[in-house]
């Protein structure tokens, strides 16, 4: 019997698999903080993209408790923590003359950044 | 390939991926962990069930619907699943407005994290390494390519999917369509503009 038959498909599809938790955890952050992104560099699985280490960006809004990607991907635990919609400028990221009219926005978990000093 | 001195046609072998997936699909299949009528319907699912059509409905009802709307920008994984839409790839959804003050536009630099149960499987371009790393450093650049002017004073937003939240723009909608039923207003939204490298013509 396999593990995934044909009637199951539809459901599956239909309901997925959050990784939003329904646990508290305490933000380290609030929206309007100024932050400055870790330079780190894990050998492993991250999803925090390298054009935004040691960047300074404001914190938009609060996503609410997930998965922590970089310790469950390597079966070190859920590590639950607050995600957070964080402003960066385009000068922040790419220096020189790029204009601070537009703005990327960048899903941050709490254990990729830190205040600004 | 070496040279022939004999005319006949020989038979590529398959691209690299598509051999992994036949290895990928073969060991599933023969350890018993899926069956074949089941990758069928995977495959159904998402050929034929999902896709833009699913978005643009989304859109039309927003356009039409202010209540909707309001749920929608503030819970959208809900007012989606509302319209029967939710899932894989669709477990966490925040939906952005387009207005005369910000173009947004959506993508993901890791990898192609893209709302599945909304706009179906993500284009090839949107999974390719220029759209990825130019949408980040040089979003004007891409939208000039993809036809979109936007104006100076108009803010562009890069949302990066890089997380668990999967976006959907909500398009402006067009000058001109005042009469328009929710249907036919579904019909005018394009996956593009739900990406946010569109905008949806006023009609003629």
Redesign the interface.
């Known amino acids: 019997m396999a593990v995934v038959t044909a009637d199951m498909v539809a459901e599956l599809s239909a309901t997925g698999a959050s990784c939003r938790l329904d646990e508290t955890a305490t933000p380290r952050f609030s929206v309007g903080d100024h932050i400055v992104v870790r330079n780190i560099n894990p050998p492993g699985h991250t999803r925090m993209p390298r054009y935004v280490r040691g960047k300074r960006g404001v914190v938009q809004r609060d996503h609410g408790v997930f998965i922590f990607p970089d310790t469950n991907a390597h079966a070190q635990g859920e590590k639950p923590q607050h995600v957070y919609s964080v402003r960066f400028t385009p000068s922040e990221l790419w220096g020189g003359d790029a204009s601070d009219r537009d703005s990327i926005y960048i899903d941050m978990w709490d254990d990729y950044m830190d205040l600004q000093g | 390939m070496a040279k022939h001195d004999h005319t006949h046609e020989h038979t590529a072998p398959p691209s690299d991926p598509a051999l992994r997936v036949k290895a990928l699909e073969s060991l599933l299949l023969e350890k018993?962990?899926?069956?074949a009528?089941?990758l069928?319907?995977?495959i159904d699912?998402?050929e034929n069930k999902?896709g833009p059509r699913n978005g643009a409905a989304v859109v039309a009802r927003a356009w039409v619907d202010p209540d909707y709307k309001k749920r929608l920008l503030e819970d959208g994984t809900g007012a989606i699943a509302e319209m029967g839409f939710?899932?894989?790839?669709?477990?966490?959804m925040?939906v952005v407005e387009n207005t005369a003050e910000v173009h947004n536009m959506v993508v993901c630099?890791?990898c192609s994290c893209y709302p599945w149960?909304t706009l179906g499987l993500p284009p090839v371009w949107y999974k390719a390494a220029p759209y990825r790393s130019r949408a980040?450093?040089d979003?004007?650049g891409v939208l000039a390519e993809f036809g979109v002017e936007i104006a100076?004073?108009t803010?562009?937003?890069?949302?990066?999917?890089?997380?668990?939240?999967r976006y959907l723009v909500l398009p402006v909608r067009p000058e001109g369509t005042d009469g328009m039923s929710e249907d036919e207003l579904a019909a005018m939204v394009t996956r593009d503009s739900m990406i946010g490298t569109g905008v949806i013509q006023a009609p003629k």
Do not use: C, F, K
């Open positions: 018993g962990v899926i069956d009528e089941a069928d319907e995977i699912t998402y999902t939710s899932g894989i790839q669709g477990e966490d925040l630099t890791l149960p980040v450093s979003p004007r100076d004073d803010e562009v937003r890069v949302w990066d999917s890089n997380a668990e939240l």
